[in-house]
């Protein structure tokens, strides 16, 4: 059985920041990427950031140079810290764990995060 327990979600201005912060517990084993999602109404569901394994990291281009992605292996915690946020940034953030030799999935239960004036 695996957890995912997010934070940080919240209610900001365009231009500002929030911190999203995902602690994975429970059966954790061999893990292949931890990672952030978003899914706006009516949209599908689609990568914000990724840091894979060997520190790698991946972000969607319409976040680069304003999101940074990063972990804390000893707590099995991936932090999104999100700058000059724009309300095309407004979704549900989810977090995803990927690990195993089977590459399991799971995900968080979601963190709303509005960006509004």
């Known amino acids: 059985q695996v957890q995912l327990v997010e934070s940080g979600g919240g209610l900001v201005q365009p231009g500002g920041s929030l911190r999203l912060s995902c602690a994975a517990s429970?059966?954790?084993?061999?893990?292949?990427?931890m990672g952030w999602y978003r899914q706006a109404p009516g949209k599908q569901r689609d990568l914000v950031a990724r840091i894979m394994r060997d520190g790698s990291t991946n972000y969607a281009d319409s976040v680069k140079g304003r999101f940074t992605i990063s972990r804390d292996n000893a707590k099995n915690t991936v932090y999104l810290q999100m700058n000059s946020l724009q309300p095309e940034d407004t979704a549900v953030y989810y977090c995803n764990l990927n690990m195993g030799v089977v590459s399991m999935d799971y995900w968080g239960q979601g963190t709303q995060v509005t960006v509004s004036s």
């Open positions: 429970g059966s954790i084993f061999r893990i292949n990427a």
